[in-house]
């Protein structure tokens, strides 16, 4: 395992110790990661981002800091747990719309992250640092991907997706040309990579163009 897996799992695990003895404060935890995000909106570079100034904005110990994040790439993690919305319940009202519902969180996300120099400095930080990002992708990431893949699999067995169709492959069909808009394109809101690649209804456009080639045939 990696210094930076080690230390990720280890803050998991410190989170799952806090649950065995005395309940951690969950406001002392939001302190923490607001002045995570304080620093970072004040100008502070990722690199330069120390335990012991987070714990000095936050107006707490540093032992209290580490008692939950054992180094600053776990902290960063739940820094960006915090920018992220969680997977919440799809609608479950048809494939089709929960098909959208995923890739309109997709679009608004692209549209936030182009529009918040803070999200876009967070995440540049873990896509500089590879093993950061593979963590990040385990633990946050690969739980949308999974919602998708079920969704497409109840699809296939209601009958409106071929069942003999790979669900991986089939995702990053569906995955693709949004992240392609979302982020290979990111420039200024109104010009090239801006607003215009992630307009209102691609969600829509997407979904449906990839289902008339999915549905069954017969």
Do not use: N
């Amino acid at each position: 395992m990696t210094g930076t897996e080690a230390g990720v799992s280890a803050g998991a695990g410190a989170a799952a110790d806090a649950g065995r003895g005395r309940p951690r404060s969950a406001a002392v935890d939001r302190a923490i990661v607001d002045a995570v995000l304080r620093l970072l909106e004040r100008g502070t570079g990722v690199d330069a981002l120390s335990m012991e100034g987070i714990a000095r904005e936050a107006g707490v110990g540093k032992a209290t800091v580490y008692r939950r994040w054992p180094g600053k790439d776990a902290l960063l993690l739940e820094v960006m747990r915090a920018l992220d919305e969680p997977v919440t319940e799809l609608s479950g009202k048809s494939v089709r719309d929960d098909l959208v519902e995923i890739l309109e969180w997709l679009r608004r996300r692209g549209l936030a992250r182009r529009g918040s120099a803070l999200l876009r400095t967070v995440m540049g930080h873990f896509h500089s640092h590879p093993r950061l990002w593979q963590v990040y992708h385990d633990t946050v990431v690969r739980a949308r991907h999974e919602q998708l893949y079920a969704v497409l699999r109840r699809g296939m067995e209601c009958g409106e997706i071929r069942s003999d169709l790979d669900v991986e492959l089939l995702g990053d069909l569906f995955l693709g040309p949004m992240l392609a808009r979302a982020m290979l394109r990111a420039g200024p809101v109104g010009k090239r990579g801006g607003k215009d690649d992630l307009p209102e209804g691609l969600a829509e456009r997407i979904v449906d163009g990839i289902l008339e080639g999915a549905r069954p045939r017969g």
